[in-house]
C-alpha cells in the first residue's frame, strides 16, 4: 500500500512538472514556431512570473523570521494577496517586462534576438541573485503558499491553465493575428507589402508569449512553495527548446508530447535512478541521453514527432 502511495505521488509530481513546462514551450512555439523570434530568455521570464507571484502571496510571518531581520528595505510578504492575484499579476508583469524589453530588441535580426534574449534572462537571473531587498538574493523566497494545501487540486488547477493557454494560443494561430505571424514568418518583405506591421505583429506574439511564460512561473512557485535565483537558469531554457524541437514546431499538440517525452521521461523521470557509486552519474547521462535524442531527431525527423498540419490551401498548392 505504502509503495502505491509512493508511485501516485512521484506520477503527480513528474505530472505537474510537466504541464508547467508545456506551457512554456506553447510560448517558445507562439514565439519561435509561428513568430520566428528565437527566444532564447524564457527563463528570464519565467524567474519574473515566480518572484511577482511569491512576492506578491507569501504570508506575512515570513517577516517575522530572524534569519531575515537585517535586510534593508524590509523583505516580500506585506500584500499576503490570494493566489489568483499572484498568478494574474506575475502574467501582467512579465507582458509588460516583456513588452519593454521588446522595444529595441525586436528590431534585430533573428541571430541577434537571440543573443539578445539570452542576455536579458542574465540580466533578470543578476537582479534576482543581488536585490536583496526584493527577493532575498540566493536565500530564496519560501513559505509560498500552495492553493488549497493539497497537490492533487493544485495539479487540477495547472491542468486547467494549460488548457486555458492551449486554447488562447490555438485560437489565435487561427485568426488574422496568425496569418500575419505566419506571413511574417515566412516572408516579411511580402506581408509588408500588403500593409501590414511587421514590428507590431511580432511585438504581439512576443508580449504573448512572456506573458504565458510568467504564467508558468507563477504555477512553478506556488507549486515549489520556495524559489531562489539558481533555479532559472539556462538549462530550463535549452530543456524547453528541445522538447519543443522534438514534438515538433508549430504544432501545439506537439508540444505537448515533447514535454511528455523530455521533461517526463528523461529529465525528471530519470532522477531516481541509483546514482552507480558517483551522485553526479545519472545527470550528466541524462543529459547526454537528451542531446543525444536531439541530434538524432534533427537528423532523422527534423519536422518533430507531430509536425504542423497544412491547411486545406497549401495541399492545394502543393498538388499543383
Not at 508558468?216 to 533555479?231: D, N, R, T, V
Amino acid at each position: 500500500m505504502e509503495y502505491i502511495i509512493s508511485l501516485g505521488s512521484w506520477v503527480l509530481t513528474i505530472a505537474t512538472i510537466v504541464a508547467i513546462y508545456c506551457i512554456l514551450g506553447l510560448a517558445l512555439n507562439l514565439h519561435f514556431g509561428y513568430t520566428n523570434l528565437p527566444n532564447f530568455g524564457i527563463a528570464g521570464f519565467f524567474a519574473v512570473g515566480a518572484y511577482t507571484s511569491a512576492i506578491l502571496t507569501v504570508p506575512y510571518r515570513f517577516l517575522e523570521m530572524e534569519i531575515f531581520a537585517g535586510f534593508p528595505g524590509g523583505i516580500p510578504g506585506r500584500i499576503e494577496a490570494p493566489f489568483i492575484v499572484g498568478i494574474l499579476a506575475a502574467t501582467a508583469i512579465a507582458g509588460f517586462v516583456g513588452f519593454l524589453i521588446g522595444i529595441p530588441v525586436l528590431r534585430l535580426r533573428e541571430d541577434y534576438l537571440a543573443v539578445a534574449s539570452i542576455g536579458v534572462a542574465e540580466a533578470i537571473h543578476y537582479i534576482a541573485l543581488n536585490e536583496l531587498w526584493l527577493t532575498i538574493g540566493s536565500a530564496g523566497i519560501r513559505l509560498i503558499p500552495m492553493p488549497f494545501a493539497n497537490r492533487y487540486i493544485y495539479f487540477l488547477i495547472v491542468l486547467l491553465v494549460l488548457a486555458i493557454v492551449y486554447w488562447v494560443i490555438s485560437r489565435l494561430v487561427r485568426s488574422p493575428f496568425g496569418r500575419v505571424w505566419k506571413g511574417t514568418r515566412e516572408d516579411e518583405t511580402v506581408t509588408a507589402s500588403l500593409g501590414k506591421s511587421i514590428f507590431r505583429s511580432r511585438m504581439w506574439a512576443w508580449v504573448i508569449g512572456c506573458a504565458f511564460m510568467g504564467t508558468a512561473g507563477s504555477l512553478w512557485a506556488h507549486y515549489a512553495m520556495a524559489i531562489q535565483p539558481g533555479e532559472f537558469v539556462p538549462t530550463t531554457t535549452f530543456l524547453v527548446w528541445i522538447f519543443v524541437i522534438v514534438g515538433g514546431l508549430r504544432s501545439n499538440k506537439g508540444v505537448l508530447i515533447g514535454a511528455l517525452v523530455i521533461i517526463g521521461l528523461f529529465e525528471q523521470g530519470t532522477r531516481f535512478l541509483p546514482s552507480f557509486g558517483a551522485p553526479y552519474v545519472v545527470p550528466a547521462l541524462r543529459l547526454i541521453i537528451i542531446g543525444v535524442l536531439l541530434v538524432a531527431f534533427i537528423r532523422f525527423r527534423p519536422q518533430g514527432v507531430l509536425p504542423e498540419r497544412a491547411t486545406a490551401i497549401e495541399r492545394h498548392i502543393e498538388k499543383i
